[in-house]
Nanobody, 128 residues
């Protein structure tokens, strides 16, 4: 059983940056990949980025490519999402989720149904 908790959200102006953190606790014998998802008001949840257990495999949605960077520190059980050049359309609740059972180097996909555990989310608001 894993627990995930996101932090780092807040209110920023367009063009500014935020770094989200996802701390993973609990116990599992499996390697776990991590994905970041977001849900804006009135919209469906969408996949933003994901990272393999060993950190070498990453994926970014086109809408964030070149602006967001995902990374992880397994010694700290933490995954980060560095978000630069934020835009108003990035406003959403951001969730991290864990997918168990993939080989450590396998890059996951941002398919919601593939993820086993979810955090409660953190609000990101980008507004002038």
């Amino acid at each position: 059983q894993l627990q995930l908790v996101e932090s780092g959200g807040g209110l920023v102006q367009p063009g500014e940056s935020l770094r989200l953190s996802c701390v993973v606790s609990g116990f599992t014998m499996d390697y776990y990949a991590i994905g970041w998802f977001r849900q804006a008001p009135g919209k469906e949840r969408e996949g933003v980025s994901c990272i393999s257990f060993n950190g070498n495999g990453t994926y970014y949605a086109d809408c964030v490519k070149g602006r967001f960077t995902i990374s992880r520190d397994n010694a700290k059980n933490t995954v980060y999402l560095q978000m630069n050049s934020l835009k108003p359309e990035d406003t959403a609740v951001y969730y991290c989720a864990a997918q168990l059972g993939l080989p450590p180097a396998a890059t996951p996909e941002v398919t919601e149904g593939d993820y086993d555990y979810w955090g409660p989310g953190t609000q990101v608001t980008v507004s002038a």
